[in-house]
């Protein structure tokens, strides 16, 4: 492809992930018949909410990992599979690893978050985040030297009590067939402090039901190849132990991806400060979505659905602004939330509904495969999953 022919210059979107993908489908939805062009430095879209199926075996990589590839033949987009360091705001284009200059009208930046590793020493290398793909695998060949040891397993520790910990700690305790065990760190005094109530309630039967350790106002203070230490405050002291683990897996803490390429945006803080618009008020035609973002004013969650509602409202005033209107401000809609509690299991709080256990999940799934990327990646996809026996028979014999 030849981006020097272009009948203009396209809108560019930076980063594949949830917001990113999100945003270019819903700007073919309002286009203009402008180019729209996907960059990213993988080769598929993760669908991150369904990470935890992905690792029970639950769902296979092509209903959780497209190729971008695959979506852009698809839905009409173009994608570049590359790396991009620097900006260039008054040229308007993009400098990429291989030196391509790519021009841009109007640029989404929405590179997303990986773990931070940074917090305490020696995490990068004895520990393993959960968001990628990479730490699937990783977290696969863990769970399979825990279940082919001879010898009585060491505790696994999963730092961080928030949505994430919660939900991969049930599907890891389900995942493992032997004693062992499965503490869940968190600093805080509350396990989900910011989930509804419901879902936080069923979350603790199922984290009781599994014998997971829960060990609140609690932090990992160092980490070696055989040795961590977990400590805690009790009063003005902090009590320290030394625990010999089969692992860490690290949920406690995230940061933005491309950290040098956003140092110009950042200014010093962890995350992007935009104003109601998902600008910054030096660059009227950068616009920011996800994870990487805050607004001081009009506070959202860092979710898929915040970033789906990002989305939505950034691809539209994309398209006001080509167009000299108004731009709209966002409005974030909580739609409720819904968590996977371990194999076949979940809860769903939302929209007036309280549900919690297989249905649930089969609910959830259902749900999330329908919001997956391309007609017929979704079709497909709920489609596998209705017409499987095993779920069919799993639906029906809940009424029996």
Known sequence: MDLNNLKSDPIVVLGG???GLSTVIALLAQSDRTPIILIDQGS??????LMYELLSGELELWEVA????????ELGFI??????VEVDEFASQLITSTDKKIKYSQLVISTGVETDYSMVEGLQE?????????????????????????????PLLIAGAGPTGVELVCKIADLIDKPIDIYLVEKGNKVLPNSKSFNREKSIDELVKRNIKIYLKHYIKSVNENFLELSNYVSETIQTHKINYSGLLWTAGLKPNSLKLLQNFLKGENKIKVNNFFQINESKNIFFVGDIIFNEKNPFP????AAMQQSMIVAKNIISLRKGRELQPFVFEDRGEMLSLGIGNASITGYGITLAGPLAFEIRRIAYLMRMPGLSLSLKSVGSFILSKKIINRLFSQYQ
């Open 302 to 305: 860092s979710s898929a659905q």
């Open 126 to 154: 004895y520990c393993c985040g959960f968001s990628s793909l990479n730490d699937i695998i990783k977290i696969k060949k863990l769970l399979s030297r825990i279940k082919n040891s001879t010898h009585p397993p060491k």
């Open 66 to 73: 497209p190729e971008f590839t695959a979506l852009a033949s």
């Open 79 to 84: 994608f570049l599979q590359e790396s991009v």
């Open 44 to 49: 598929r879209f993760l669908f991150k909410p």
């Open 17 to 19: 992930g949830f917001g």
